[in-house]
């Protein structure tokens, strides 16, 4: 059975580096799943901050930043900030019309 | 501005049914694919079915297929699902969202904007 996989929690300093990486269990996550990521904060809907492996969302922050790095998608944070504490999702095309999530990073600020 | 607003979540028992309902505004609603979303209480999010632009096509997860039904109607910019012999699993948030670019994989797609979501509890 595919999963997708992602780090269950990070933390970074403020003004730090991060970077979340979204990988499947058997295989490489290549620029043909599309993968693309999203942020939720508590209560909230997910907000989509980057599409197509590395497309920044309309109003989302330069600090964002996608890539496929190895054989995995990457979300960096450069520089990060407070507001930034999030969960955070990947999701992968999978072909035939279905989609896959990763289990979501918790990010802590501090 | 692009809004989408759902509704029909409800207490449930074990064996019902319901429908949730995604009513689409600002944007045309019969050029875009349709998806639903839902989060389980504490836990990530599972994408569950989608739907092409004409409604001809139909997908799900594996994990609903058989008790779920996706639909739409273009004249009412309204996506629909409908949910069958309910489970406690089914409890969740659920968030419809419009499918940006190709659903069939011939280029990127994703999901954009999300609704708030609408909840349905599973309980007797």
């Known amino acids: 059975q595919t999963v997708v996989t992602q780090e269950p929690s990070f933390s970074v300093s403020p003004g730090g580096t991060v970077t979340l990486t979204c990988g499947l269990n058997?295989?490489?996550?290549?620029?043909?799943?599309?993968p693309s990521w999203h942020q939720q904060t508590p209560g909230q809907a997910p907000r989509t901050l980057i599409y197509?492996?590395?497309t920044r969302s309309s109003g989302v922050p330069e600090r964002f930043s996608g890539a496929i790095l190895g054989n995995k998608a990457a979300l960096t944070i450069t520089g990060a900030q407070a507001d930034d504490e999030s969960d955070y999702y990947c999701?992968?095309?999978?072909?035939?019309?279905?989609?896959?999530f990763g289990g979501g990073t918790k990010l802590t600020v501090l | 501005d692009v809004q989408l607003v759902e509704s029909g979540g409800a207490l449930v028992q074990p064996g019902g049914s319901l429908r949730l309902s995604c009513a689409a505004s600002?944007?045309?609603?019969?050029?875009?694919?349709m998806t639903w979303v839902r989060q389980a209480p504490g836990k990530g999010l599972e994408w569950v079915s989608s739907?092409?632009?004409?409604?001809?096509?139909?997908y799900y997860a594996d994990s609903v297929k058989g008790r779920l039904t996706i639909s739409r109607d273009n004249s009412k910019n309204t996506l629909f699902l409908e949910v069958n012999s309910v489970r406690a699993e089914d409890t969740a948030l659920y968030y419809c969202?419009?499918?940006?670019?190709?659903?069939w994989g011939k280029g990127a797609s994703w999901f954009d904007p999300w609704g708030q979501g609408t909840l349905v509890t599973v309980s007797s």
């Open positions: 999701v992968l095309y999978m072909g035939d019309g279905n989609w896959m």
């Open positions: 058997s295989g490489s996550v290549s620029t043909s799943y599309y």
């Open positions: 197509n492996t590395n």
């Open positions: 600002g944007f045309t609603f019969s050029s875009y694919a």
């Open positions: 739907i092409s632009i004409s409604g001809a096509s139909t």
């Open positions: 969202a419009r499918v940006q670019g190709d659903i």
